[in-house]
């Protein structure tokens, strides 16, 4: 199972970043897909999550109201848009397949950087 992420890098606080993921047909179709991240120093943490129709989304409640996650099962892609960032959001963040609630998933990805500068 190959997951690949990207769109990572360095924004200055208030600005925005879009991520990536790609996978396979396979990898993609039945899976719940999602977003973890982990800061240095601090365990991974889950972002967010999207339902495999797309029809239903879940949150961490720290960037409620300024991520959003996206699929495209045509694509078999998983965006997520990163609005307003703040240092704090400065992680490496992970692509994850067959995520179950928030804190596991069966696949993950490499990882890409995201830097927020203040």
């Known amino acids: 199972v190959q997951l690949q992420a990207s769109g990572g890098g360095l924004v200055q606080a208030g600005g925005s970043l879009r991520l990536s993921c790609a996978t396979s047909r396979r990898t993609f179709s039945g899976f719940r897909m999602g977003w973890f991240r982990q800061a240095p120093g601090k365990e991974r943490e889950f972002v967010a999550a999207?339902?495999?129709?797309?029809?239903?989304?879940d949150y961490a409640d720290s960037v409620k109201g300024r991520f959003a996650i996206s699929r495209d099962n045509t694509k078999y892609t998983v965006d997520l848009q990163m609005n307003s960032l703040k240092p704090e959001d400065t992680a490496v963040y992970y692509c994850?397949?067959?995520?179950?609630?928030?804190?596991?998933?069966?696949?993950w990805g490499q990882g890409t950087q995201v830097t927020v500068s203040s």
């Open positions: 994850a397949a067959g995520v179950l609630g928030t804190t596991q998933a069966g696949y």
């Open positions: 999207i339902s495999v129709r797309g029809g239903s989304t």
